[in-house]
């Protein structure tokens, strides 16, 4: 508090400035030791208040902190001397009581209002008024012509055209700009002889006035020294120009130095005006910048009246103080990286979006820890009074729901808790409550005194929400002007980038009237297309069409129009995008692996409307090849391969290679159903006997190691997928995923969430691509599904009823589920035998349904068919144990433990001879070592590397 009494600024911000009344619901029991009242521990007492700081000690400007020494005035290098502004003028400027001062403030502004009754012409978007006769018609003098007439009959020819006009401050005024030499100038022409001949024309826009005919077009330039005090006559009184003959003094003043105390300074400052006098311009002169100019005359200084001055700068000062009390503070967290962007509103308004990335440390994991920097709600009026008109005055904003407690939401957002706790306040004429709170940490709230909404974001669409602030369509406002002069960062991100707005066809911005039909607007063709790739192309267009007319001009190839820019420049074979991405493949051919190459070719394939596919792939077929051409060398296979490849990757994104044009795969796995053993074939005759009937069903293929489980699955899904129905492959890990045809991992495929509660659905739409892939698949093979938590089943189950619209088991689908009890159960975090075995598909609602195949001819162990059968014991639980359920192992299965050795000799057991073989690619392949974590495979991975010769 002492600061905030001490200082005038802080009195001026921490007044009352918003009326509000409060009333609680009598009903609603309020705890003493409410849990949610953590977010309000450690409060500041007061907002925080900004130190002082000295004035600059050689140009006088009242500085704030951190803004550094050359700020104002280069350190005393540029020195601008105000205009004296009459008492008169001063008085309308800042007089709050005078009703002429207010009149005056209420209508002065700049810019036209299109007059309908001057002739006025819009030329590339600028408006410019034309007034080819500057004598008086019949009805009298009237807009410019005024000019030319003495005081009392401008003033009369005024008055009569608009009575509500106040003649004394008309008088006023003129009779403050009667020494401006322009005004004066412009009077005189009035007495000229050949003032009929007279045009001028007067471009309000920006740049220029043009006296025509008597002496030629005259053109003032925005740049120009005259410009401002022609443009600006009411900031300009006196007819000043503007930056452009502003000059530095070098050599003196420099050496006389303001002392740092107010009261000394305005002497000092007398003298230095004095020496600047007697100098007369004598010293060494280098001119100002404009900016330096510009930044000069708008700081604000002591006993100096300012009529530039239009605010704004303070809020910058309060982003810079924010940033470093919650870096060094760590209000939210310790910060490990952070961003921010300042976005202009359409009133002109800085908004500052900062997002602040926490160390791991300072995560806010969940609900419980949101509530401890969040708060969603009216504090409690009488604990937290000051705390309470804050958020009256800042934080009540559009109405939300209410929430009991605080949820953890989907995507990014969350639900905070808004208890309906009957709390009210009247604020801005309403009643409103909990639920009209913008979420806010109330120690941030307290500090600054500001509208801060502080909110967590769990997902990148946080960082995505931020960066859309880069591509909204702006216009420069008066405050975003002074922030680019100072220089001011307006983002925290390197590198800097403002992109100018970018969108694809139909979700551009569309202007239109209150009055429009909707419908219309959205038909209207130019509606329809890219601003800005239109722009590009037309702009092709003015480099190869010659002489143009007109928009149409440049559209028109050998005499007909075509209706886009796009269509004329693929009509004359100006559009290069074919040929783009041939070079893109090319380049990346010198740096990239096939596999990559294959990536990259089926992302151009579903994203980059190319018009030949096939030549592209004919072009770089070798390039994708050449892994598999080292192990094959046969063509016609290799081509298979690179083919089966690129339809998984086109699969994964739901895309059918059939349809791009590529030569014809082989269905490789079609013959295997040929191959099946009985019951094998069993269960591949009775689940396709469902696909093709349509008929939903749930089977479980049960069958030990080794038995051809993921044999049976490959021959289903070239059976259905050869008669052109949709069949996904997803297993639980990645490893069997990959060595199923186009398989996926189960998570990333349904989008299961990971914390699960009792009604999660997958996180996907039913509009969503995902959503129409599982809606048209005739049968979905699920591998490993002993190693899932039922309830990840469960959500697929519940998802597919929700998107099928059907309410059978699996929303009707062909399921087909795979998998060995015998091998790893779910892992559930600490979890007892019992927790584990409750979370295993056989507990779930799931299983009543499910029609088992079992398999049970070990095909992988067939010349050895003691170790199958031992397999089989331990997995039915029937080999003989000891104690603590240890099975006896055969020697031969076993390495003998030798200490430090033991890895070696592990190594060179399943890689004998492993410095001359491992650039085979069978012979790593057929080979592995299992380890239980992934330390372990790391540091064998690195003995095997340094068994490899060479560097
Ligand atoms: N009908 C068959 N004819 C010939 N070989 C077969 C047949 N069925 C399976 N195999 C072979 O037996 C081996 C094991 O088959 P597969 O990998 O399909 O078993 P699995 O039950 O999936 O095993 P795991 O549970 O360990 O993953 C493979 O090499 C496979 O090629």
């Given at each position: 508090m002492l600061a905030a009494q001490e200082d005038d600024e802080a009195r001026v911000y921490h007044n009352n400035d918003i009326d509000f009344k409060t009333t609680r619901d009598l009903d609603v029991v309020i705890l003493d030791n409410d849990c949610y009242d953590r977010v309000y521990r450690d409060l500041p007492a007061h907002p925080l208040v900004l130190k002082k700081v000295p004035i600059c000690e050689y140009c006088g400007a009242i500085r704030f902190p951190r803004e550094g020494p050359g700020f104002c005035c280069r350190q005393g290098k540029v020195n601008i001397v105000n205009t004296p502004v009459p008492d008169e003028l001063r008085r309308l400027f800042i007089?709050?009581?005078?009703r002429d001062a207010l009149y005056f403030r209420k209508n002065i502004y700049f810019g036209a209002t299109v007059d309908q009754r001057v002739a006025t012409a819009a030329v590339h978007g600028q408006i410019y008024h034309r007034l080819d006769q500057l004598r008086p018609g019949k009805e009298g003098p009237h807009h410019m012509q005024l000019y030319f007439y003495d005081t009392n009959e401008t003033l009369s020819q005024r008055i009569k055209r608009s009575p509500h006009l106040d003649s004394k401050l008309i008088r006023a005024i003129l009779r403050i700009y009667e020494n401006n030499p322009y005004v004066r100038v412009f009077r005189n022409v009035g007495q000229m002889q050949n003032f009929d001949e007279l045009k001028i024309e007067l471009n309000t826009s920006i740049s220029y006035y043009g006296f025509s005919k008597f002496w030629g077009a005259q053109f003032i330039r925005a740049y120009h020294g005259c410009y401002d005090p022609l443009a600006y006559p009411i900031l300009y009184l006196g007819g000043e120009t503007g930056w452009e003959d502003k000059s530095i003094?070098?050599?003196?003043?420099?050496t006389i130095r303001f002392p740092r105390s107010r009261r000394k300074y305005t002497k000092r400052k007398t003298e230095v005006q004095d020496i600047c006098e007697e100098e007369g311009g004598g010293g060494k002169h280098l001119h100002v910048s404009a900016r330096e100019y510009y930044c000069y005359i708008m700081q604000i200084r002591d006993e100096v009246f300012n009529i530039f001055f239009h605010g704004g700068r303070l809020f910058q000062q309060w982003i810079v103080v924010m940033y470093v009390k919650i870096e060094r503070r760590?209000?939210?967290?310790?910060?490990?990286a952070w961003t921010h962007v300042t976005e202009f509103q359409k009133r002109g308004l800085p908004h500052d979006h900062f997002l602040l990335i926490t160390e791991s440390s300072s995560k806010l994991s969940g609900p419980d820890d949101f509530d401890k920097y969040i708060s969603a709600e009216l504090p409690d009026e009488k604990k937290y009074p000051l705390l309470h008109e804050l958020v009256c005055k800042h934080m009540m904003h559009g109405p939300c729901g209410f929430s009991e407690t605080t949820e953890q939401g989907k995507d990014a957002y969350h639900i905070y808790r808004r208890w309906n706790d009957g709390h009210k306040v009247f604020v801005r004429k309403k009643w409103l409550d909990n639920r009209w709170v913008v979420p806010y940490n109330p120690t941030l709230l307290m500090r600054y005194n500001c509208h801060i909404n502080v909110e967590v974001s769990s997902s990148i669409k946080g960082c995505k929400y931020l960066y859309k602030y880069y591509s909204k369509a702006r216009c420069i406002t008066s405050i975003e002007a002074i922030y680019r002069l100072y220089r001011f960062p307006m983002f925290s991100m390197y590198p800097h980038v403002l992109q100018v707005q970018v969108h694809l066809p139909g979700m551009h911005m569309v202007p239109f009237n209150d009055d429009d039909n909707l419908e219309d607007v959205l038909e209207r063709a130019r509606n329809q297309r890219s601003m800005l790739t239109e722009f590009f192309r037309m702009n092709i267009l003015l480099n190869h069409v010659r002489g143009p007319t007109s928009f149409i001009s440049i559209r028109t190839v050998r005499g007909v129009v075509s209706p886009t820019f796009r269509e004329c420049c693929e009509k004359l074979g100006l559009v290069e995008i074919d040929r783009s991405l041939d070079n893109a493949l090319s380049e990346a051919v010198a740096f990239q692996m096939p596999c990559a190459l294959r990536r990259m070719f089926a992302t151009i394939m579903v994203f980059c409307e190319h018009t030949n596919i096939r030549t592209l792939w004919d072009k770089h077929f070798e390039s994708m090849a050449e892994d598999y051409v080292r192990v094959h060398g046969n063509s016609s296979c290799v081509e298979q391969f690179v083919l089966r490849d690129i339809a998984d990757i086109l699969s994964s994104m739901s895309k059918d290679i059939r349809n791009y044009g590529l030569p014809h795969m082989h269905q490789s796995d079609i013959k295997l159903a040929e191959s099946l053993n009985t019951e094998q074939m069993e269960g591949f005759n009775k689940i396709f006997d469902h696909v093709i009937r349509n008929k939903g069903k749930v089977f479980f293929v049960d069958g030990p190691g080794g038995t051809g489980k993921t044999y049976l699955y490959r021959a289903v899904l070239a059976k259905v997928r050869s008669t052109d129905r949709i069949a996904v492959a997803i297993a639980t890990s990645g490893i069997a995923a990959s060595i199923m045809p186009a398989g996926r991992m189960a998570h990333s495929r349904?989008?299961?969430?990971?914390k699960l509660q009792d009604n999660s659905v997958c996180n996907f739409t039913k509009q969503n691509g995902t959503a129409a892939l599982l809606r048209e698949a005739s049968l979905i093979i699920w591998d490993e599904v002993a190693m899932t938590r039922r309830q990840d089943v469960e959500i697929l189950d519940r998802s597919l009823r929700d998107i099928t619209g059907c309410d059978l088991p699996f929303g009707g689908k062909v399921m087909v589920f795979g998998g060995d009890f015998r091998q790893v159960l779910p892992v559930v975090a600490r979890g007892t035998r019992a927790q584990i075995c409750d979370a295993t598909l056989l507990q779930s609602y799931i299983w009543d349904d499910i029609k088992i195949i079992r398999l049970k001819q070990n095909m992988r162990a067939q010349n050895d068919v003691w170790f199958s059968q031992f397999l089989l014991r331990i997995g039915d639980g029937t080999e003989k144990t000891f104690p603590n359920d240890y099975v006896d192992l055969p020697d031969d299965i076993m390495l003998e433990y030798n200490d430090d050795q033991s890895i070696d000799t592990l190594i060179d057991h399943v890689f004998p001879d492993l410095a001359n073989n491992y650039t085979s690619v069978s012979y790593m392949r057929e080979r592995a070592i299992l380890s239980t974590r992934n330390e372990y495979v790391d540091s064998l991975n690195a003995m095997m590397i340094a068994k490899f010769s060479g560097e």
């Amino acid at each position: 508090m002492l600061a905030a009494q001490e200082d005038d600024e802080a009195r001026v911000y921490h007044n009352n400035d918003i009326d509000f009344k409060t009333t609680r619901d009598l009903d609603v029991v309020i705890l003493d030791n409410d849990c949610y009242d953590r977010v309000y521990r450690d409060l500041p007492a007061h907002p925080l208040v900004l130190k002082k700081v000295p004035i600059c000690e050689y140009c006088g400007a009242i500085r704030f902190p951190r803004e550094g020494p050359g700020f104002c005035c280069r350190q005393g290098k540029v020195n601008i001397v105000n205009t004296p502004v009459p008492d008169e003028l001063r008085r309308l400027f800042i007089s709050q009581t005078d009703r002429d001062a207010l009149y005056f403030r209420k209508n002065i502004y700049f810019g036209a209002t299109v007059d309908q009754r001057v002739a006025t012409a819009a030329v590339h978007g600028q408006i410019y008024h034309r007034l080819d006769q500057l004598r008086p018609g019949k009805e009298g003098p009237h807009h410019m012509q005024l000019y030319f007439y003495d005081t009392n009959e401008t003033l009369s020819q005024r008055i009569k055209r608009s009575p509500h006009l106040d003649s004394k401050l008309i008088r006023a005024i003129l009779r403050i700009y009667e020494n401006n030499p322009y005004v004066r100038v412009f009077r005189n022409v009035g007495q000229m002889q050949n003032f009929d001949e007279l045009k001028i024309e007067l471009n309000t826009s920006i740049s220029y006035y043009g006296f025509s005919k008597f002496w030629g077009a005259q053109f003032i330039r925005a740049y120009h020294g005259c410009y401002d005090p022609l443009a600006y006559p009411i900031l300009y009184l006196g007819g000043e120009t503007g930056w452009e003959d502003k000059s530095i003094l070098l050599e003196e003043i420099p050496t006389i130095r303001f002392p740092r105390s107010r009261r000394k300074y305005t002497k000092r400052k007398t003298e230095v005006q004095d020496i600047c006098e007697e100098e007369g311009g004598g010293g060494k002169h280098l001119h100002v910048s404009a900016r330096e100019y510009y930044c000069y005359i708008m700081q604000i200084r002591d006993e100096v009246f300012n009529i530039f001055f239009h605010g704004g700068r303070l809020f910058q000062q309060w982003i810079v103080v924010m940033y470093v009390k919650i870096e060094r503070r760590g209000t939210l967290g310790k910060v490990a990286a952070w961003t921010h962007v300042t976005e202009f509103q359409k009133r002109g308004l800085p908004h500052d979006h900062f997002l602040l990335i926490t160390e791991s440390s300072s995560k806010l994991s969940g609900p419980d820890d949101f509530d401890k920097y969040i708060s969603a709600e009216l504090p409690d009026e009488k604990k937290y009074p000051l705390l309470h008109e804050l958020v009256c005055k800042h934080m009540m904003h559009g109405p939300c729901g209410f929430s009991e407690t605080t949820e953890q939401g989907k995507d990014a957002y969350h639900i905070y808790r808004r208890w309906n706790d009957g709390h009210k306040v009247f604020v801005r004429k309403k009643w409103l409550d909990n639920r009209w709170v913008v979420p806010y940490n109330p120690t941030l709230l307290m500090r600054y005194n500001c509208h801060i909404n502080v909110e967590v974001s769990s997902s990148i669409k946080g960082c995505k929400y931020l960066y859309k602030y880069y591509s909204k369509a702006r216009c420069i406002t008066s405050i975003e002007a002074i922030y680019r002069l100072y220089r001011f960062p307006m983002f925290s991100m390197y590198p800097h980038v403002l992109q100018v707005q970018v969108h694809l066809p139909g979700m551009h911005m569309v202007p239109f009237n209150d009055d429009d039909n909707l419908e219309d607007v959205l038909e209207r063709a130019r509606n329809q297309r890219s601003m800005l790739t239109e722009f590009f192309r037309m702009n092709i267009l003015l480099n190869h069409v010659r002489g143009p007319t007109s928009f149409i001009s440049i559209r028109t190839v050998r005499g007909v129009v075509s209706p886009t820019f796009r269509e004329c420049c693929e009509k004359l074979g100006l559009v290069e995008i074919d040929r783009s991405l041939d070079n893109a493949l090319s380049e990346a051919v010198a740096f990239q692996m096939p596999c990559a190459l294959r990536r990259m070719f089926a992302t151009i394939m579903v994203f980059c409307e190319h018009t030949n596919i096939r030549t592209l792939w004919d072009k770089h077929f070798e390039s994708m090849a050449e892994d598999y051409v080292r192990v094959h060398g046969n063509s016609s296979c290799v081509e298979q391969f690179v083919l089966r490849d690129i339809a998984d990757i086109l699969s994964s994104m739901s895309k059918d290679i059939r349809n791009y044009g590529l030569p014809h795969m082989h269905q490789s796995d079609i013959k295997l159903a040929e191959s099946l053993n009985t019951e094998q074939m069993e269960g591949f005759n009775k689940i396709f006997d469902h696909v093709i009937r349509n008929k939903g069903k749930v089977f479980f293929v049960d069958g030990p190691g080794g038995t051809g489980k993921t044999y049976l699955y490959r021959a289903v899904l070239a059976k259905v997928r050869s008669t052109d129905r949709i069949a996904v492959a997803i297993a639980t890990s990645g490893i069997a995923a990959s060595i199923m045809p186009a398989g996926r991992m189960a998570h990333s495929r349904f989008k299961i969430p990971i914390k699960l509660q009792d009604n999660s659905v997958c996180n996907f739409t039913k509009q969503n691509g995902t959503a129409a892939l599982l809606r048209e698949a005739s049968l979905i093979i699920w591998d490993e599904v002993a190693m899932t938590r039922r309830q990840d089943v469960e959500i697929l189950d519940r998802s597919l009823r929700d998107i099928t619209g059907c309410d059978l088991p699996f929303g009707g689908k062909v399921m087909v589920f795979g998998g060995d009890f015998r091998q790893v159960l779910p892992v559930v975090a600490r979890g007892t035998r019992a927790q584990i075995c409750d979370a295993t598909l056989l507990q779930s609602y799931i299983w009543d349904d499910i029609k088992i195949i079992r398999l049970k001819q070990n095909m992988r162990a067939q010349n050895d068919v003691w170790f199958s059968q031992f397999l089989l014991r331990i997995g039915d639980g029937t080999e003989k144990t000891f104690p603590n359920d240890y099975v006896d192992l055969p020697d031969d299965i076993m390495l003998e433990y030798n200490d430090d050795q033991s890895i070696d000799t592990l190594i060179d057991h399943v890689f004998p001879d492993l410095a001359n073989n491992y650039t085979s690619v069978s012979y790593m392949r057929e080979r592995a070592i299992l380890s239980t974590r992934n330390e372990y495979v790391d540091s064998l991975n690195a003995m095997m590397i340094a068994k490899f010769s060479g560097e």
